[in-house]
């Protein structure tokens, strides 16, 4: 079946605009992970949504980062007025459930933010 | 506050020669630990996990990872290597407190395979 899917794949744009990423998690996964991997950086967790429930938003570097999922599948990560230091590769996981680590998070392909 | 470090940034092999990747984690109770492949273009890939038990434990193309909670290590292992392993690996523990199950990554160790 298919996999996690991300879109764009590759996003340049200017400082100071606004970028919308979406990632469409594996069908009949409830929950759902956004992740930043910078240069040197490693991954930092962003995000996590399960389910209907309130999103755990306590990864967000800032109030210029902001996340939806509609319906219990889509997401769209959202980052306002963009800055330099934004540029990243954003990566995006899902799982089964949540709650537990025993569900394999599968990730996406990820999208190559570039803040000019 | 939990960690992960992976203290080699990159490291080269020669093809058929066996590998080892460092990991070590700063954790108060049992980690939950993992190792992701990422090659390049693709996303993450489970290669194995511990939760508990057999502290040596395999995983999905040869790779296999030993749990020392006396060294705070849990490293990688493959006891030879294929030019298609040439990518950049990731260990991450389980987050404290983690209930919605997200993880913390070291900052990955980049392998190149020579021929």
């Known amino acids: 079946g298919a996999g996690v899917s991300q879109s764009p794949s590759n996003k340049v744009t200017e400082k100071g605009k606004d970028v919308e990423l979406r990632c469409d998690p594996i069908?009949?996964?409830?929950?759902l992970y956004w992740y930043r991997q910078s240069l040197g950086q490693g991954l930092e967790f962003l995000i996590y949504f399960q389910g209907n429930s309130a999103p755990d938003k306590s990864g967000l570097p800032s109030d210029r980062f902001s996340a939806e999922r509609t319906g219990g599948s889509v997401s769209t990560l959202t980052i306002q007025r963009t800055q330099q230091e934004d540029s990243a590769v954003y990566l995006c996981a899902s799982s089964l459930s949540g709650g537990s680590f025993y569900n394999e998070q599968f990730f996406g392909p990820g999208t190559r933010l570039t803040v000019l | 506050a939990q960690s992960v470090t992976q203290p080699d940034i990159h490291i080269t092999v020669s093809e058929g020669a066996s590998l080892e990747l460092r990991c070590n984690y700063s954790y108060g109770a049992t980690p939950y630990l993992f190792w992701y492949v990422q090659s390049p273009g693709q996303g993450l890939q489970l290669l194995l996990k511990?939760?508990?038990?057999?502290?040596l434990v395999q995983g999905i193309k040869g790779f296999e990872a030993e749990f020392k909670r006396s060294q705070s290590s849990f490293n990688l292992r493959k006891p030879s290597v294929h030019w298609s392993d040439a990518a950049e690996y990731f260990c991450a523990v389980g987050a404290h407190g983690g209930s919605q199950g997200n993880l913390i990554f070291g900052k990955g160790t980049k392998l190149s395979v020579k021929p």
């Open positions: 511990y939760f508990s038990g057999d502290t």
């Open positions: 069908s009949g996964h409830t929950a």
